[in-house]
């Protein structure tokens, strides 16, 4: 027998064997530790004493402690995939989690920005020579920002055809994505002021030190409210990327491929929200 604390901390460790998404990670931790709380709570110590009921019961908490069910349909997901670790393992004799079933809940549709936001955007950061590149590459090429952090200065090529090498970070994938002329110049002029050091990183702080991600979050949210672009995220601009790509005509199968997406259910999924869209729209954004 195994107690669920240790079964945690194995499937922890599990997680980070396979180099899951760090956020990833901590998600299920989190998710986890809770519901090994719970259960503790009722005596149920043991990985093999938990039944279905016990998880049901779980969820149950979760619907009266007013969790969102977009919330308890992660839970479930982070228990269910617990659970089969366990029973994969040889921790426990039946995957118990198999049964539980996940809430019904709307998918909410992906925030596009707008021309007018995204020129709005450009203009309030103008002045930043740094983080204009950055925001160009964001929405040029529909990087994450974490594959952003760690880009090199070599990842960049200005020789035609001009590319931008996006390198693994975490479990994202590596690839290769065409670089457009707004894109590329920008990056070209932070180059020019950059700081000089023996600092790969693409960018960097003044002193010459990789510039993090939440440093990159936190100038870009500060952008967004200085152009007045409420309920905005910095993945917006990766949806942005996605929805003109498609808008723009390029087949669902490139896309996804740029974007490095695992499943092409992923890229599928926002044509549902451009369905429709007016010719005025559809403009590619290199032309904004």
């Known amino acids: 027998m195994i107690t669920l604390r240790d079964a945690h901390q194995q499937f922890i460790g599990h997680l980070k064997g396979k180099s899951r998404a760090s956020a990833t990670i901590l998600a299920y931790g989190k998710d986890i530790d809770q519901l090994v709380v719970y259960l503790g709570s009722i ?41 089969k670790f366990l029973k994969l393992q040889g921790l426990t004799s039946n995957d118990i989690a198999s049964g539980l079933v996940h809430p019904k809940f709307e998918n909410k549709p992906p925030r596009v920005l707008t021309k007018l936001e995204y020129r709005s955007l450009r203009d309030a950061a103008r002045a930043d020579v740094r983080m204009i590149a950055v925001i160009e590459l964001l929405l040029q090429t529909g990087i994450r920002i974490g594959e952003l952090s760690k880009l090199r200065v070599e990842d960049i090529n200005f020789v035609s055809p001009q590319t931008l090498h996006v390198p693994p970070f975490e479990d994202t994938r590596e690839r290769t994505i065409p670089l457009n002329k707004p894109a590329a110049d920008t990056v070209a002029k932070y180059l020019e002021i950059r700081p000089k050091t023996p600092s790969h990183s693409l960018f960097i702080t003044k002193t010459g030190r990789p510039l993090l991600i939440r440093n990159i979050r936190t100038a870009i949210d500060r952008y967004f409210r200085i152009a007045g672009i409420k309920e905005a995220k910095v993945n917006d601009m990766r949806h942005t990327w996605v929805a003109h790509q498609l808008q723009s005509g390029v087949p669902m199968t490139m896309v996804s491929k740029l974007a490095g997406h695992k499943r092409l259910s992923t890229t599928e999924r926002y044509l549902q929200f451009i369905t429709g869209q007016t010719s005025d729209a559809k403009v590619k954004l290199e032309e904004l």
């Not at 938990?50 to 007013?66: C, G, H, I, R, S």
């Open 43 to 83: 005596n149920k110590i043991d990985a093999s004493a938990v039944t279905l009921e016990d998880l049901q019961a779980f969820m149950d908490n979760m619907v009266k402690d007013n969790y969102t069910a977009k919330s308890i349909s992660r839970k479930t997901n982070s228990t269910k995939t617990f659970f």
